[in-house]
């Protein structure tokens, strides 16, 4: 399964306490970095919710944020501490038997005095319930989305390395034809210099423009890669690491068989080759 690190999510619940929407973004990561933007009343959930993101994703920068909205029948309540706000008065008024122009206290003035007045405490217990259940829905809408715009690649993926393997083919088939190539050219060389033929000279320089331009041991290992990479996008693990690295070993050989070049069939072979890489490394750095 090819999963993309670029996804988006968003869910929405209601109840009698109000309305509650969280929306996911993860864009691509080397390393997986989850981040909370929380109510107050839900920061708690916090922990919880970045188990359950280590448990679902592998990599990715992942933003979580929820918004709370409370019903308008969960209006804030406030309680007076009836103790403090007659022990404040019966101070202000033994104040004002001192002094000459005592001046009114009003309730509002009491009401500013610390401890008097405090906020009632909302139960918020129903809505971190339902923010576990919203959260655990929108990682799955998530988890499609990156499968969903992950398997979009996939053609991608296969036209090109169906086409690497016609390239590498292409290059396996025309080598016998560059050797005698080269053989009849070192001869004409040899015979414009007016040296003697010596067989056996001729032979060593075979031997030797072979080894310089063998590029056997290249071709074999660009077919195995290629082989690699198509089973690797097969599995259900996190792929990306692996093709990132397996995009790296293409690139060396590609760069290692336009190197040992004595044809430019060949030379444009490996160019094309790099070509197909690098379109396939710049997705790979966005799968999973």
């Known amino acids: 399964m090819i999963r993309s690190m670029t996804a988006f999510a968003r869910q929405d ?90 001046a009114h206290i009003s309730a509002l003035d009491i009401l500013r005095w610390p401890g008097v007045l405090a906020a009632k405490e909302l139960d918020y217990s129903p809505a971190q319930t339902a923010a576990g259940e919203l959260f655990k829905r929108t990682v799955a809408e998530l988890v499609t989305v990156r499968e969903r715009e992950g398997e979009r690649l996939r053609p991608l993926f296969d036209d090109r390395l169906k086409t690497m393997g016609d390239l590498v083919s292409e290059v396996r088939s025309l080598m016998p034809e560059l050797l005698k190539a080269q053989e009849k050219n070192l001869k004409e060389r040899f015979e414009k210099a007016k040296v003697e033929l010596d067989p056996e000279r001729i032979a060593q320089e075979m031997v030797m423009l072979a080894q310089k331009s063998d590029v056997a041991e290249e071709l074999d290992r660009l077919e195995a890669h290629v082989s690699e990479v198509s089973e690797t996008l097969q599995s259900d693990d996190a792929i990306g690491r692996r093709l990132d690295f397996l995009m790296q070993e293409l690139n060396r050989e590609a760069n290692t068989l336009s190197s040992k070049s004595i044809d430019a069939r060949v030379t444009r072979v490996a160019v094309d080759l790099k070509v197909l890489i690098e379109q396939m490394r710049e997705q790979v750095q966005n799968l999973e």
Request: hydrophobic share 35%.
């Open 13 to 102: 619940t209601q109840g009698e306490w109000g309305t509650l929407t969280c929306e996911i973004r993860t864009v691509n990561h080397r390393y997986l970095e989850p981040s909370f933007r929380l109510p107050e009343a839900l920061r708690e959930l916090e922990n919880a919710f970045r188990d359950q993101i280590r448990q679902q994703l592998k990599r990715g920068k992942v933003d979580v944020s929820m918004r709370l909205q409370t019903a308008e029948s969960a209006t804030q309540e406030f309680e007076v501490c009836e103790e403090v706000a007659h022990a404040v008065n019966e101070a202000a008024n033994h104040i004002n038997r001192m002094l000459d122009n005592p």
